[in-house]
């Protein structure tokens, strides 16, 4: 690693910014609202193609280009290197689900990655199904890559393993969308599958945790957030109604929360056109999740916090959303300004999002810590 690399380590900063995370999860005020900026200058993907989603080369000098520029804006972002490009490919690839890789990447922490293919023409075909061995579909792969990754980096880099997937849409893309089908007819047998992904998740990550030294009772999430239990990325509960959401998968992660200490912490996205917040409601109303993870999740912060408050924090900000306030309010400076202020001294609140140069992100940071300066609006 160069040398510069390493004169960013900062002990006692990543000390911090895990403090402030760990405060604003838990509803302790600290007059602060985290912001982490990640930076992700598409021309450090110039070149990067999915042909080669197995090597783990030209991702990781992809993603330790990014953890440098990041780094020099020093934003509230824990140090890490996340092998964020095989989607939901582990978990489905290991009940035997071959993988859609398209043609080529893009420079997004993002990425979706290969699209699984569905494994099960009928829900009868789980009956009496069992776990898959540790060593099924890309495992030794992912396994290779990931000490590919422990072994280049110093120990203050946290190396995060592929983006757990939530049980449901693990359950979903093995079935396809026959599944919400399945989901009322054969509701035993559909909730089974489910709860099947849920444990084979588990040991997933009890076993690539050996390779990366995480401990379990720590969770940083692939974006560089010390989180409140495992976060889950269950993006197809957008495609549920609560009462669903409440049978099928709260169970699950009630699971998961058992078997992986942690109070939960559960990613879906929203876009511009499609909120989806139908869903908070039940996660207020669930004791077994501390976490709401979704893009535009801070609006619905500002719209709720005495419902969410001491009962669910959010994780918010990434994706479109930057995009969405400098146009909604002219500018990101002015939606600080304005935001800042009125929720520094609430908590419950972390923001994330990426910029694609070191300039931008140190603007952006500059902005968000002189709004903190601001005395309280109204």
């Known amino acids: 690693m160069s040398l510069d690399f390493q004169l960013m380590h900062n002990q ?56 440098q520029d990041t780094l020099a804006v020093g934003s509230d972002l824990l140090p ?23 043609d080529e990447t893009s420079a997004s922490l993002q990425d979706v990655g290969p699209t699984p293919l569905p494994v099960f023409s009928c829900i ?18 992912v396994r290779e890559m990931v000490s590919y990754y422990r072994d280049r980096l110093p120990d203050w880099v946290h190396v995060i393993a592929p983006m757990p997937t939530g049980p449901f849409s693990a359950a979903l893309e093995l079935r396809g ?31 690539i945790r050996k390779l990366t030294g995480e401990p379990l009772l720590r969770h ?44 939960g912490h559960i990613h879906f996205c929203s876009l511009p056109h499609s909120r989806f917040e139908h869903i908070y409601m039940v996660f207020i109303e669930a004791d077994i999740v501390s976490v709401i993870s979704s893009q535009f999740g801070f609006e619905y912060y500002e719209k709720h916090l005495d419902e969410l408050r001491g009962r669910l924090a959010v994780e918010s900000f990434y994706g479109d959303a930057l995009g969405y306030v400098r146009k909604d309010h002219g500018s990101f400076i002015d939606w600080a300004d304005e935001f800042v202020p009125r929720y520094k001294d609430q908590s419950g609140l972390v923001l994330y999002c990426t910029v694609e140069s070191v300039e931008e992100g140190k603007e952006l940071w500059s902005i968000w810590k002189k709004a903190h300066a601001f005395g309280i609006m109204h």
């Open 12 to 67: 006692a900063r990543f000390d911090e910014i895990a403090r402030l995370h760990g405060n604003a999860f838990n509803w302790r005020p600290q007059g602060r609202i985290p912001l982490g900026i990640h930076v992700v200058d598409p021309e450090h993907a110039r070149g990067l193609s999915y042909s080669e989603w197995l090597n783990p080369e030209p991702f990781f000098e992809y993603q330790a280009k990014v953890l």
């Open 80 to 102: 890490c290197v996340a092998i964020n490009h095989f989607g939901d490919a582990v978990l489905t690839s290991m009940f035997g689900a071959e993988q859609f890789v398209p």
């Open 124 to 141: 009868e075909e789980t009956e009496g199904m069992e776990l898959p061995p540790l060593d099924a579909g890309i495992m030794p792969r």
């Open 177 to 207: 969308f026959d599944f919400l089908t399945d989901m009322v007819e054969t509701p035993k047998l559909s909730a089974r599958l489910i709860e099947m992904c849920a444990r084979l998740q588990v040991e997933v990550e009890k076993d």
């Open 220 to 263: 940083v999430t692939n974006f560089g957030i010390l989180g409140a239990g495992l976060r889950l990325g269950d993006d197809s509960i957008v495609n549920l109604s609560p009462s669903m959401i409440r049978d099928f998968c709260l169970p699950a992660y009630s699971l998961i929360n058992q078997l992986i200490d942690g109070a």
